[in-house]
């Protein structure tokens, strides 16, 4: 009972928090996302201040949703004003399939279509995770069969990534009246992108308590640790033909709680063996263990606001160099919690930062990364 009752004053000061500081988030986000644009404001065409309101109110109906499919059908909906035909697919290893749509004389028809995604613009903006237009005599035939082609013939298909995997590709085009507004689209899938991460943060943080959150004092919220729940769990396609051949075949669209649940099969796994810490007496394994939480939060932080830097650097192999101050602010954030617990020895966040800024290659970091 005094558990239960604990974990509802945890619950209620940690969404007090969320609460409080979910307005400038949101602002902080819009102004993020526009930034990762090509080009800037002077080389751009500017919108309107009427289309610039409209753009930012509809980022706010993604901002509103609170679930996973919320977010989605928001950006669906708010896509449909920057595009007549719109459509979502999911990609789930390495095929994609239709979620929902909108602006389509039959909507309904969208769901459990596969989409081909082995040649045109759909395999470049998967394969390249980039915003690809094209011409619709390059789409699936079958997606041209069932619904035909706009007026002017172009297309546009974007990647929605989600832990730099591509978990979904929205297909857009400008049906009879040729609407179609790219640059739109693109900040709007960029600002779902980024809302889900922190959709998926609040949930996290209220599920574990403020042991789960880094610091006492407030700082951007992150990426969690247990990626997202499954927006399309109870999404099961109909048809049963094969996935077309990938490259590089993604992983499972919007992993259900994947590094969530790598770290509660090591903690719950019945052979010792399988337990890092099973030597361990309960209080100090579980002092690790929320060591490693707490390191991949962190990191998880740097790489979602810092997506153009982390690409760099890993072309450019100085990773280090471009993230030192944010790399240094997180690492005292960790020592000042962990440096002196029995964690210390563990050196989980230097572990991380190769893990996952790096992806396992200690040399992307630089010569002036500590090893």
């Known amino acids: 009972m005094a558990e239960k009752q604990l974990q509802r004053i945890v619950e209620r000061a940690v969404a007090k928090v969320f609460d409080r500081h979910l307005p400038k988030l949101q602002a902080e986000l819009v102004e993020r996302v526009l930034e990762e644009l090509p080009g800037s404001a002077s ?67 969208v769901k459990d279509l596969p989409l081909d995604v082995s040649g045109g613009p759909a395999a470049h903006a998967y394969q390249n995770r980039a915003a690809t237009p094209g011409n619709i005599a390059e789409m699936d035939g079958r997606f041209v069969e069932r619904f035909g082609g706009p ?29 179609l507004d790219s640059s739109s689209l693109e900040v709007l899938v ?28 407030f700082t951007p919220p992150v990426q969690t640790v247990s990626s997202f729940a499954d927006p399309f769990a109870a999404h099961a396609p109909r048809h049963t033909e094969p996935p077309a051949p990938q490259p590089e075949p993604a992983a499972e669209v919007v992993e259900v709680a994947a590094h969530a649940a790598a770290a509660s099969a090591v903690a719950s796994a019945p052979a010792a063996a399988a337990d890092p810490f099973a030597g361990l007496s309960p209080e100090d394994a579980d002092t690790h263990r929320k060591a490693q939480r707490f390191a991949r939060l962190l990191v998880d932080e740097i790489k979602l606001y810092n997506q153009a830097k982390v690409a760099e650097g890993r072309r450019n192999k100085d990773l280090y160099d471009r993230l030192k101050d944010d790399i240094e602010k997180s690492r005292a954030s960790y020592q000042k919690r962990y440096g002196n617990t029995v964690a210390a020895s563990g050196d989980y966040f230097q572990k991380e930062v190769v893990r996952s800024l790096a992806e396992e290659d200690a040399s992307l970091m630089g010569a002036n990364f500590r090893r």
């Open 43 to 109: 080389e751009a065409a500017v919108p309107a201040e009427a289309n610039v309101g409209s753009l930012v109110q509809a980022i706010a109906s993604i901002h509103s949703g609170t679930t996973q499919k919320e977010i989605l059908r928001a950006l669906l909906d708010a896509s449909a004003s920057s595009a007549t035909r719109v459509a979502l697919f999911v990609v789930r290893a390495g095929a994609a399939t239709g979620w929902q749509g909108r602006g389509f004389s039959d909507d309904e028809a």
């Open 190 to 217: 960029l600002a779902t992108s980024a809302w889900l991460e922190v959709a998926s943060l609040r949930k996290q943080a209220l599920k574990e308590g403020p042991e789960a959150a880094p610091a006492p004092a």
């Open 151 to 179: 007026s002017n013939e172009q297309v546009l298909v974007l990647p929605l990534v989600l832990k730099d995997k591509v978990a979904a590709l929205l297909y857009a085009d400008g049906g009879a009246n040729g609407v």
